[in-house]
């Protein structure tokens, strides 16, 4: 494992200002997230939903009438407007997660990013060999590239005045890769996945040149003001549990250590980090992440096919666990919402450990903003432990 003398410190303006930024923050006064996050049965599970700032909001889509999306993640003040949109309308949930969007990474190595109102990401120019990565950037910058969401989140932070934790994220080396070798989303991973049989060596240089970026971007939020990190590896399920102990899971180990290890080194407290490798369900693999000394990991985030009881039989109770409501139980009605939280919340009581409530993905853009909220109420209903 590395230590901490062979990772370099970003260049980045807050490395010696963090504490004077802290401080500067209102007290925090719902911490539940951040103690669940160290394993503690909270009174109530903590609760927040990915992509919880976003298209299911009409608050969300009048902002994006007037501004492009990666506009609206490139301005702090917006980026911090739109985070802030579901903590003003529900005070039910329990975190907030900056708003800006995984694909940021391959901007910063140089790669071109839109985002296509039907399509999703695209990226016009993918990687389709080895010789493409002499397009990449090679010393990326990520103060220069990236500030703007340092900055956004030191704003959001005050906006929040202490009202629940801020969470600032990446996505994962394997996900980001899928999409810079794809040119965007996929059904078949047909490109970047023969990458990883034809080109194993210069796929894994690929994979640390990703992870480096990241790390140093997770580094720059936490001293900005983040509180929690996730790393999102939406793609984890596209790989055999081979190729995901090969190629995804170590770029994963090396950010969460070269993370918290800067931090140290800068006097940092550090903080919790959570990875969601969605789809990566084989036992095998959880065994795999079931450490957090290893792994770097405090937190798993599930996805919805997966029984919790199940999966902490697997990895067992040093790791705290995220999740996992099914996306579309926001479709079920009042009633259908009523008796699947209920349901699950007693497999997660069972489940015992540190629990954090989510979806098991993102919330989907036809959601009713008023099914979101009641799903809120009945999570903080039914997760009480007696
Ligand atoms: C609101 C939003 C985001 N990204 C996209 C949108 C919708 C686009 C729009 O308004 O036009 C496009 C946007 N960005 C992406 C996609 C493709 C994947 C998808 O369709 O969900 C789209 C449409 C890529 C992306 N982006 C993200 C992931 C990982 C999580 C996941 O698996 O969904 C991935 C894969 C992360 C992400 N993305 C976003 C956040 C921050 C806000 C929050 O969570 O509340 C986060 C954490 C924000």
């Known amino acids: 494992m590395s230590t901490s003398s062979e990772y370099t410190i970003p260049n980045l303006i807050n490395v010696d200002k963090w504490r004077e ?110 010789s493409d990565l002499s397009r990449l950037n090679q010393d990326v910058d990520v103060q220069k590239e990236l500030g703007y969401l340092f900055e956004a989140i030191t704003l959001t932070r005050k906006g929040l005045g202490g009202r629940v934790p801020l969470i600032g994220f990446c996505g994962a080396p394997w996900t980001l890769m ?82 918290k290890s800067i931090l140290k080194q800068l006097g940092h407290p550090g903080v919790a980090i959570t990875l969601f490798a969605k789809g990566a369900n084989a036992p095998s693999t959880f065994k795999l992440l079931s450490d957090p000394k290893v792994t770097g990991y405090d937190t798993l985030g599930l996805d919805w096919t997966v029984d919790p009881v199940e999966v902490r039989e697997y990895v ?25 939280v209920e349901r699950l919340s007693e497999r997660w009581k069972a489940a015992g450990g540190g629990w954090i409530a989510n979806l098991g993905h993102g919330i989907t853009p036809n959601v009713k903003p008023e099914d979101m909220g009641w799903f809120l109420e009945c999570v903080h209903k039914y997760s009480k432990r007696a």
């Open 316 to 340: 067992g109770r040093k790791v705290n666990l995220q999740g996992n409501f099914d996306p579309t139980v926001l479709y079920g009605g009042k009633e259908g919402i009523e008796k699947e």
């Open 21 to 130: 930024i802290e401080q500067s923050f209102p007290p925090l006064k719902n911490d539940l997230l951040l103690r669940a996050a160290r394993g503690e049965e909270t009174e109530r599970a903590p609760v927040w939903v990915m992509r919880q700032a976003g298209r299911y909001l009409p608050e969300f889509l009048e902002v994006r009438k007037s501004h492009s999306f990666f506009e609206c993640c490139q301005t702090p003040s917006i980026a911090s407007q739109l985070t802030l949109q579901p903590i003003d309308r529900y005070p039910r949930l329990d975190a907030s997660i900056i708003f800006c969007d995984i694909l940021v990474v391959p901007q910063a190595l140089g790669m071109e990013v839109l985002m296509e109102p039907s399509k999703g990401p695209v990226l016009p120019a993918p990687i389709r060999t080895p």
């Open 178 to 259: 899928a999409y810079m070798c794809e040119g965007g989303g996929s059904k078949t991973f047909e490109s970047s996945k023969s990458w990883l049989y034809k080109y194993p060596k210069e796929s894994k240089e690929l994979l640390r040149k990703v992870a480096d970026v990241c790390a140093d971007l997770l580094v720059g939020q936490v001293l900005a003001g983040a509180q929690m990190l996730q790393v999102f590896d939406s793609w984890a399920g596209e790989l055999t549990p081979y190729q995901y102990a090969e190629f995804a899971l170590p770029p994963c180990i090396y950010i969460s250590h070269k993370v």
